[in-house]
């Protein structure tokens, strides 16, 4: 069987299942162990599927998001050890960016003995932040119903008048390729003042972003500091980044 018919074979299984695993795949295919791997591999450098132990699954399509409810109850643990980890990155006395999301609400009960100031496009991140006494400034602009995110022109000039000493923000992908992306344009488009007003950017990321895709780019993959919660359970494309980073609180 030739590569590109195995490949389209392979695409067409996870299509029907959401996922495929390499045991079953040389067995229909009676193809080696290893060229599947590499079969695997390569479409998933493609953005095509997402390896995961023992073989890959289904990646949701480019505009696909997750609302916050839906985000608030999943991967808990390692969402607290990278904020732990991101909060240690903080001086008193900071001017820092608070991306809105469900990881970065995680950091915000270890703010509260910290003297900072927080800006803000999270309308529950805001509200959370008062709740911990904590200086905070939300941004003017529309609110997205999907993430409580506040984005727009509006936003994007209110951002424009700041700086910070880091910016910490979410993201929906990170791939080798393409980078850190968010299915919204004017979401990424509202990140990307962050991080130009921004002296540091770190980006949170648990690893179930790793090898993931949406429409619109953030920021490539070498140009922030990325905070996870395993390095050993990222697919092996990512060792070369030293810049990606395990939490280690």
Do not use: W
Request: glycine fraction near 8%; proline fraction near 2%; include cysteine.
């Amino acid at each position: 069987m030739l590569t590109e018919e195995r490949k389209q074979r392979i695409l067409t299984e996870i299509d029907r299942n959401g996922t495929v695993q390499i045991r079953q795949l040389t067995a229909e295919l009676n193809a080696s162990e290893s060229t599947i791997r590499r079969d695997l591999g390569e479409l998933a450098k493609d953005g095509l599927l997402k390896r995961v132990h023992g073989g890959a699954q289904r990646i949701s399509s480019l505009r696909d998001e997750p609302g916050v409810q839906e985000k608030a109850t999943a991967h808990t643990a390692a969402k607290v050890a990278i904020a732990r980890s991101a909060a240690a990155m903080i001086n008193s006395g900071d001017l820092i960016f608070l991306d809105a999301g469900t990881t970065s609400a995680q950091m915000i009960p270890l703010l509260r003995d910290k003297d900072v100031t927080v800006v803000t496009t999270g309308v529950d991140n805001a509200s959370l932040l008062a709740d911990y006494g904590i200086n905070t400034i939300l941004l003017g602009g529309m609110v997205k119903p999907l993430t409580k995110a506040v984005i727009g022109a509006e936003a994007a000039r209110s951002l424009s008048l700041y700086r910070f000493n880091i910016a910490f923000l979410g993201t929906n992908g990170v791939h080798a390729q393409y980078g850190c992306t968010t299915p919204d344009p004017e979401e990424a488009a509202t990140k990307r003042v962050a991080i130009a007003q921004a002296a540091r950017t770190v980006i949170l990321a648990d690893t179930s972003k790793f090898g993931a895709t949406s429409f619109a780019k953030i920021i490539g993959i070498n140009e922030a500091t990325i905070i996870t919660n395993s390095l050993a359970a990222l697919d092996s494309s990512f060792t070369q980044f030293a810049n990606i980073k395990e939490a280690t609180l």
